[in-house]
């Protein structure tokens, strides 16, 4: 496990520029339709319409606390459900693009209770699902621990938690505090995960399994491997529900290619580097849930 805490810095509620969180205030995360339920009807919505739920992927705060919350409202007109990266100073598994986006974002100030207070924001604009992916140290650094991170991702409207150097078999009281709350849980299978490994992760998740296409970091790449179908399978004989695949995936072409067998498509660095680059989100965001087409 890492070493530095980032992310999990400051108080339940500080103030930001989007509003604070408080401890109990909302039900964002279990009204009616919230929560896991929210995640899995839209991959069943998605899945109606022939075609796999697009999952965008944007670090919270990044290029700032505003842009964020436009850039997220522009992918959500496309996407079918929101990951929120949570930043911090240890991404193991992310490769330069989000890196950077995350040192970005945590010199601006925005750690572990700025991103749920952009997640409450976000909540009053969208009834699209939202998940925050966090590495396990700003959690637990977080005031309250697990139970004040899941309370206050609740509160803030948060519909479950992405989790991806957290071992399902080390991480039962925040999978308790999780459930205690609807919140989907999110672990990673990987193409070196055994099938009884995957078997403990398809059990340990609600909502939907994030199957990593490649080993290695996140990052845009021009070709998926081999192994990807096999992956999903196994995944799905070991029990998995609404296996999405991440990892590589960066254009149409290659989305197409995991639509083709998943139910969700995972889309991170291109999208990171488009706003880096002023590119138009909108017209990057209508690509690729065109290639979620089967």
């Known amino acids: 496990m890492s070493g530095g805490a ?3 810095s400051g108080p339940a509620g500080a103030r930001g520029g989007t509003g604070p969180v408080e401890r109990g205030t909302t039900d964002g995360g279990t009204s009616a339709g919230g929560g896991v339920a929210r995640i899995e009807a839209a991959f069943d919505a998605a899945g109606r319409e022939g075609r796999a739920a697009f999952v965008p992927y944007l670090t919270a705060g990044f290029p700032d606390r505003e842009g964020f919350l436009g850039h997220a409202e522009a ?7 929101l990951e929120v990266g949570l930043p911090f100073s240890d991404p193991l598994g992310d490769g330069p693009t989000v890196q950077r986006a995350s040192e970005r974002a945590l010199a601006a100030g925005v750690g572990a209770p700025e991103t749920l207070e952009l997640v409450a924001a976000l909540r009053r604009r969208t009834d699209k699902p939202l998940v925050v992916m966090s590495y396990y140290n700003p959690i637990y650094c977080y005031p309250g621990g697990e139970a004040g991170f899941v309370d206050d991702l609740r509160a803030a409207g948060g519909d479950g938690m992405i989790l991806p150097d957290l071992p399902p078999d080390e991480g039962e009281s925040l999978i308790a505090a999780a459930r205690r709350a609807d919140l989907g849980t999110v672990f990673l299978a990987a193409p070196t995960s055994t099938d009884e490994r995957l078997a403990l992760v398809a059990g340990a998740c609600r909502g939907f399994v994030y199957a990593v296409s490649v080993t290695g970091v996140t990052g845009v790449r021009d070709s998926l491997p081999p192994e990807l179908e096999e992956l999903v399978a196994r995944t799905r004989s070991a029990g998995g529900r609404n296996v999405a695949v991440g990892f590589g995936v960066a254009s149409a072409a290659t989305a197409r290619r995991v639509a083709r067998v998943a139910d969700g498509v995972v889309v991170g660095s291109a999208i990171v580097r488009a706003v880096e680059e002023g590119r ?7 690509e690729l849930r065109a290639g979620c087409e089967r």
């Open 75 to 81: 992918l959500l007109e496309h996407g079918d459900l």
């Open 6 to 8: 980032d992310g999990g």
């Open 280 to 286: 138009d989100l909108s017209e990057l965001a209508r």
